[in-house]
């Protein structure tokens, strides 16, 4: 009897022994980290793919041992049927357990996209076909396409996207990249309208944000863009052409070769706000919450005039004459 209990025990032993020893094994391989590059490592899931080929792949580039034990830690948590396409971004330390929670939360790498004050619809369009993380759908759309693809209710792209650094994923299409900083410019310019100073000679919120694309394109300097505004603004309700050059250049478009002359501003076109009274018809450039709401809240004060100092700056002047000596100093070096 004792003989038979040794014969069936033995392999029992031998038996549980291995369960064991391949269960602590495996509990050792799910809180192990992967072997990754110090630095990181960007990896994708692809759409469709499932954890054993996943695993291999792992595997195969020498980040994962064990694979069959990925598979089964995906069964054990029921992560393997939620893992989410994408690009992540692999960081060490980094475990199977936290891979698996990492590639099931969709959380994938995201990149920059920065939208610069200032910058034109047409300097825009080409920083997006550059940027090789996104998906070119505007690539083949005219600019009336994409104004009625976004439901822009204006005559221009230029000026309709908020200024912003966007964090988008590997494959984000640049319609939807545009789509997002168009709804946030039209807030902005909504809550800024909202809140503007009385008595002021805009009519709707795209003026606001045409005078405003103006501001921008006049001065970098925060604290000078209410005083520019103010100018603007006092001009425009005494019937006073707003005579700025960034308009002129903007209706010179690839005319213009980086030396603006005095034909240039007696050059006519819709944009020359020598040749023309009033607002002109479209945005310059795209204009950021700060020069926003420095055109819905212009400083007061009487100048009506300015001038570039050379150093980024500006000189403001009350009369012409004033103006006048102003422009021989700075201008004319005289």
């Given at each position: 009897?004792?003989?038979?209990?040794?014969?069936?025990?033995?392999?029992?032993?031998?038996?549980?022994?291995?369960?064991?020893?391949?269960?602590?094994?495996?509990?050792?391989?799910?809180?192990?980290?992967?072997?990754?590059?110090?630095?990181?490592?960007?990896?994708?899931?692809?759409?469709?793919?499932?954890?054993?080929?996943?695993?291999?792949?792992?595997?195969?580039?020498?980040?994962?041992?064990?694979?069959?034990?990925?598979?089964?830690?995906?069964?054990?948590?029921?992560?393997?049927?939620?893992?989410?396409?994408?690009?992540?971004?692999?960081?060490?330390?980094?475990?199977?357990?936290?891979?698996?929670?990492?590639?099931?939360?969709?959380?994938?790498?995201?990149?920059?996209?920065?939208?610069?004050?200032?910058?034109?619809?047409?300097?825009?369009?080409?920083?997006?076909?550059?940027?090789?993380?996104?998906?070119?759908?505007?690539?083949?759309?005219?600019?009336?396409?994409?104004?009625?693809?976004?439901?822009?209710?204006?005559?221009?792209?230029?000026?309709?996207?908020?200024?912003?650094?966007?964090?988008?994923?590997?494959?984000?299409?640049?319609?939807?990249?545009?789509?997002?900083?168009?709804?946030?410019?039209?807030?902005?310019?909504?809550?800024?309208?909202?809140?503007?100073?009385?008595?002021?000679?805009?009519?709707?919120?795209?003026?606001?944000?045409?005078?405003?694309?103006?501001?921008?394109?006049?001065?970098?300097?925060?604290?000078?863009?209410?005083?520019?505004?103010?100018?603007?603004?006092?001009?425009?309700q005494r019937g006073m052409r707003l005579q700025t050059d960034p308009t002129v250049i903007y209706g010179l478009g690839?005319?213009?070769?980086?030396?603006?002359?005095?034909?240039?501003?007696?050059?006519?076109?819709?944009?020359?706000?020598?040749?023309?009274?009033?607002?002109?018809?479209?945005?310059?450039?795209?204009?950021?919450?700060?020069?926003?709401?420095?055109?819905?809240?212009?400083?007061?004060?009487?100048?009506?005039?300015?001038?570039?100092?050379?150093?980024?700056?500006?000189?403001?002047?009350?009369?012409?004459?004033?103006?006048?000596?102003?422009?021989?100093?700075?201008?004319?070096?005289?």
């Amino acid at each position: 009897m004792k003989r038979w209990i040794v014969i069936v025990a033995c392999p029992l032993f031998c038996i549980g022994l291995v369960a064991w020893m391949l269960w602590h094994d495996y509990r050792q391989f799910t809180e192990t980290p992967l072997a990754l590059p110090e630095k990181g490592v960007t990896f994708t899931v692809h759409r469709g793919e499932t954890l054993s080929g996943l695993s291999e792949r792992l595997a195969r580039e020498g980040w994962l041992e064990k694979p069959f034990y990925l598979k089964l830690l995906g069964r054990e948590t029921g992560l393997a049927s939620r893992l989410r396409a994408g690009e992540y971004f692999l960081q060490p330390p980094l475990t199977p357990r936290e891979l698996l929670a990492l590639l099931a939360s969709g959380k994938v790498r995201q990149y920059p996209f920065t939208i610069i004050e200032g910058t034109t619809w047409r300097e825009l369009r080409a920083r997006l076909e550059s940027a090789d993380f996104l998906e070119h759908r505007i690539s083949d759309m005219t600019d009336d396409a994409v104004l009625s693809a976004l439901e822009i209710p204006w005559p221009s792209l230029e000026g309709a996207f908020l200024p912003d650094t966007w964090f988008v994923p590997r494959g984000e299409t640049d319609l939807a990249l545009l789509a997002r900083a168009w709804r946030a410019l039209r807030k902005v310019l909504d809550e800024e309208w909202a809140a503007r100073a009385p008595d002021l000679p805009l009519k709707t919120p795209y003026e606001a944000l045409i005078l405003a694309s103006i501001i921008e394109k006049e001065t970098a300097v925060p604290e000078e863009r209410p005083m520019i505004a103010g100018v603007f603004i006092r001009r425009l309700q005494r019937g006073m052409r707003l005579q700025t050059d960034p308009t002129v250049i903007y209706g010179l478009g690839e005319a213009f070769d980086g030396n603006l002359r005095r034909r240039d501003l007696k050059r006519d076109t819709p944009w020359n706000t020598y040749t023309r009274k009033g607002l002109p018809p479209t945005p310059i450039a795209m204009a950021g919450r700060a020069a926003i709401h420095a055109a819905l809240h212009p400083a007061p004060g009487d100048a009506l005039y300015f001038v570039a100092t050379g150093d980024g700056r500006h000189v403001f002047s009350r009369t012409l004459e004033e103006h006048n000596r102003a422009v021989r100093r700075y201008q004319l070096k005289k």
